[in-house]
């Protein structure tokens, strides 16, 4: 069963950028036709869909956050990454990394990123 | 971006009683709806897709339906696990959108 991890700072300054990974383990990413999404979630709040990449480095972005955000795939490590540029204390969040089939069948555990001075 | 709004905001039962949960969008999203179940600390879980079809290991007291723009999330008799926040998604076009979710809590 896949399982998947994010990793990465968890302090962000304002005007800097939120650098996270998401390691797959139990299966490759390159297996299957799957897309591999980005999530968050302020705390107390919904879920926000940022955007997902395919194995084959194609994205798609959500509109609202696509100057900021890039998202690439690295399938020699078996992982996906996620760039958010000049952050705010909006930014701050619960971020996920998420297995896309049609739907968000796998998730990863969650990371909280706060963006503060 | 097609909105979905979710009532009620909470639903206060005990277990064993019945839930009903609604999710309504913008827009048709044809059948591509789907429910996820998030627990305090813990990521979302998959439990209804294409509106009425549950996800691998999901009892059988959740059950889905609905199509276009209303959708139904029933929990026939609420288990103690089952108190948490559901969510509604659709998926119409790839820029997929959650609901604000319904909390399930304790009467």
């Known amino acids: 069963q896949v399982q998947l991890q994010e990793s990465g700072p968890g302090l962000v300054k304002p005007s800097q950028t939120l650098s996270l990974t998401c390691t797959v383990s139990g299966g490759s990413i390159s297996s299957g036709s799957y897309y591999w999404s980005w999530i968050r979630q302020p705390a107390g709040k919904g879920l926000e869909w940022i955007g997902r990449v395919y194995t084959s480095g194609s994205t798609n972005y959500n509109p609202s956050l696509k100057s900021r955000v890039t998202i690439s795939v690295d399938t020699s490590k078996n992982q996906f990454s996620l760039k958010l540029s000049s952050v705010t204390a909006a930014d701050t969040a619960v971020y996920y990394c998420?297995?896309?089939?049609?739907?968000?069948?796998?998730w990863g555990q969650g990371t909280l990123v706060t963006v503060s001075s | 971006e097609i909105v979905l709004t979710q009532s009620p905001a909470t639903l206060s039962l005990s277990p064993g009683e019945r839930a009903t949960l609604s999710c309504r969008a913008s827009?048709?999203?044809?059948?591509?709806l789907a429910w996820y179940q998030q627990k305090p600390g813990q990521a979302p879980r998959l439990l209804i897709y294409d509106a009425s079809n549950r996800a691998t290991g999901i009892p059988a007291r959740f059950s889905g339906s609905g199509s276009g723009t209303d959708f139904t999330l029933t929990i026939s008799s609420l288990e103690p696990e089952d108190f948490a926040v559901y969510y509604c998604q659709q998926r119409i076009n790839w820029l997929f959108t959650f609901g604000p979710g319904t909390k399930v809590d304790f009467k």
């Open positions: 998420a297995r896309q089939g049609y739907w968000f069948d796998s």
């Open positions: 827009q048709s999203v044809s059948s591509y």
